[in-house]
T-cell receptor
Framework: KAGVTQTPRYLIKTRGQQVTLSCSPI?????VSWYQQTPGQGLQFLFEYFSETQRNKGNFPGRFSGRQFSNSRSEMNVSTLELGDSALYLC????????????FGPGTRLTVL | GENVEQHPSTLSVQEGDSAVIKCTYSDSASNYFPWYKQELGKGPQLIID?????GEKKDQRIAVTLNKTAKHFSLHITETQPEDSAVYFCAASYGTSGTYKYIFGTGTRLKVLA
């Protein structure tokens, strides 16, 4: 069974631009969560989608948004990029929303110049 | 608010020795506690987890213990090997049905010295 895939793996953008990251969960998994990982803040929860609905949201500004498609693939979008948005963005999939094990993808390394 | 504290932030051990990483969580309603290992350039990988109705779980050289009263849980790695060198994260799940989320500890960089 294929693991979680994320595209692109690396991305360089400039301040003010917007970016869209993609995540394909493990086949059969319907929940996708997004995290931001930085050396200073560690792993921080962005949001979770289950059955195309946002089920939970972390404490990030509205510039961070996401969506999930009927095939469970998910995208996250960051608008008006800031230097501080440089991070590794990880997505994790699980079979259902809730206290179930999550499987992480390799992440997308976003650098904002 | 919800919080998970993890200690130590770095840990160096000699090959063959044991390593222990400790986490404390704040929400007594948390009921699922996974541990992840993250190697350079990769996403976190689930290595072991424990649920609140269990006090201890073991998988070969790795074990996790949970003290619900004290809101502590720990990762124990015995007979450490160089390939155990990585960053380890603990996490606790929070929320009610349909609104779960995970809070992660700040990570422990484990170095196993050959």
């Amino acid at each position: 069974k294929a693991g979680v895939t994320q595209t692109p793996r690396y991305l360089i953008k400039t301040r003010g631009q917007q970016v869209t990251l993609s995540c394909s969960p493990i086949s059969g998994h319907r929940s996708v969560s997004w995290y931001q990982q930085t050396p200073g803040q560690g792993l921080q929860f962005l949001f979770e989608y289950f059955s195309e609905t946002q089920r939970n949201k972390g404490n990030f500004p509205g510039r961070f948004s996401g969506r999930q498609f009927s095939n469970s693939r998910s995208e996250m979008n960051v608008s008006t990029l800031e230097l501080g948005d440089s991070a590794l963005y990880l997505c994790a999939s699980s079979q259902r929303s809730g206290d179930n094990e999550q499987f992480f993808g390799p992440g997308t390394r976003l650098t904002v110049l | 608010g919800e919080n998970v504290e993890q200690h130590p932030s770095t840990l160096s051990v000699q090959e063959g020795d044991s390593a222990v990483i400790k986490c404390t969580y704040s929400d007594s309603a948390s009921n699922y506690f996974p541990w992840y290992k993250q190697e350079l350039g990769k996403g976190p990988q689930l290595i072991i987890d424990i649920r609140s109705n269990v006090g201890e779980k073991k998988d070969q050289r790795i074990a996790v213990t949970l003290n619900k009263t004290a809101k502590h849980f720990s990762l124990h790695i015995t007979e450490t090997q160089p390939e155990d060198s990585a960053v380890y994260f603990c996490a606790a799940s929070y929320g009610t049905s349909g609104t779960y989320k995970y809070i992660f500890g700040t990570g422990t960089r484990l170095k196993v010295l050959a």
